[in-house]
């Protein structure tokens, strides 16, 4: 099975940082490849609008909040995941509210 992951972070830390974590990811996973596609902003934003448009939208995705996230879940282009990741969520930065 082959996991297509598209993000913006071309600079390290973070660059650096996402491909060490796919291949751990991979070597726990065996039977899971990551193709990871990295773009910049300007060109991610584009590149991201086209791809969903045609139905065909990576199996993981950055995106941002507001606007641009409402049209993809009206459009049934994302997925709430709180619930698969539940066991890790409690390492990130809860949201402001």
Do not use: C
């Not at 082959?2 to 990811?25: C, G």
């Not at 086209?50 to 507001?66: H, L, M, N, R, V």
């Amino acid at each position: 099975m082959t996991l297509e992951w598209w993000h913006l972070s071309t600079a390290d830390p973070l660059k650096t940082l996402w491909a060490k974590r796919a291949k751990e990811f991979e070597a726990a996973n065996p039977h899971v490849t990551i193709k990871a596609t990295v773009l910049e902003n300007e060109a991610y934003k584009a590149k991201l609008t086209t791809i969903t448009q045609s139905g065909k939208a990576p199996d993981i995705f950055a995106s941002w909040g507001g606007g641009v996230l409402k049209q993809q879940i009206d459009a049934g282009l994302v997925k709430d995941i709180s619930a698969d990741v539940a066991d890790v969520l409690p390492n990130f930065t809860p949201p402001r509210r």
